[in-house]
């Protein structure tokens, strides 16, 4: 478990030169961000060495929980699970394991990150914004649930601008399936989204829906606006 305190400094221009980052060769359980200002903007990574250590003691891999309450918001921080050599751009492998939970709670929201993993099983964002984040798996995506998922980073400025597509900067990829994204209470919108899926989508639900691109290979379960 891990507490940042006042908070983790972002990284420039969300390459690997860090001002702050927290990484595990292993499992990160647990790392919380407490308070307004108090915001995670570093890099986090729980990534994978096979060693013959790691393998023969079962080591689990990849990123637990990330937690961010009391007004505190993950604002452009890179969450990967990529292994090292990877991440570092010397070659080698890519993501390597899971993320299981981004929780944000009391007002914080989810801006302008990069997020990647084989499997992320759950976004939770309440009383806060999805904004402006570039999700990929290289599976399933479980459940993605904010107020509003919306894109408002003003792709002109310096601090706007994406690393990875200037012009979509609200993505949505997975090679596997979404099981559902939906505003809580469906008391929100939903805008200016792309998703983009190889397998099934489950849900998508909201009080409104505007501006989204949905490309699914495979199947539709459901779209529904209020």
Do not use: C, M
């Not at 994978?48 to 003691?57: E, G, S």
């Not at 649930?145 to 601008?161: C, I, L, N, P």
């Amino acid at each position: 478990f891990i507490n940042v305190g006042d908070g983790l400094l972002p990284n420039v221009n969300k390459g690997p030169n860090l001002q702050a980052g927290i990484f595990a060769v292993g499992q990160l359980e647990h790392v919380l961000a407490d308070g307004e200002g108090h915001d995670l903007r570093g890099a986090i990574g729980g990534r994978a060495i096979d060693t013959l250590n790691n393998v023969q003691n079962n080591v689990d891999y990849g990123i637990g929980k990330l937690e961010a309450r009391n007004g505190a918001n993950i604002w452009g921080a890179v969450i990967s699970t990529e292994d090292f050599s990877n991440y570092w751009g010397t070659g080698g492998g890519g993501v390597v394991a899971d993320i299981n939970e981004i929780k944000l709670s009391g007002g914080g929201d989810l801006v302008d990150n990069i997020i990647r993993a084989i499997n992320v099983n759950r976004v939770d964002v309440k009383d806060g914004v999805w904004d402006a984040n570039f999700l990929e798996v290289t599976t399933n995506i479980g459940t993605l649930r904010a107020d509003h998922f919306r894109d408002t980073t003003d792709t002109t400025s310096e601090e706007g601008t994406n690393f990875f597509a200037a012009d979509n900067q609200n993505v949505i990829l997975a090679s596997g399936n979404l099981d559902q994204i939906e505003t809580n209470k469906r008391a929100g919108d939903i805008r200016d989204l792309l998703i983009d899926l190889q397998g099934d989508i489950g849900k998508v639900r909201a009080y409104s829906i505007d501006g989204l691109l949905l490309f699914v290979d495979n199947n539709v379960g459901q779209v529904d606006a209020k």
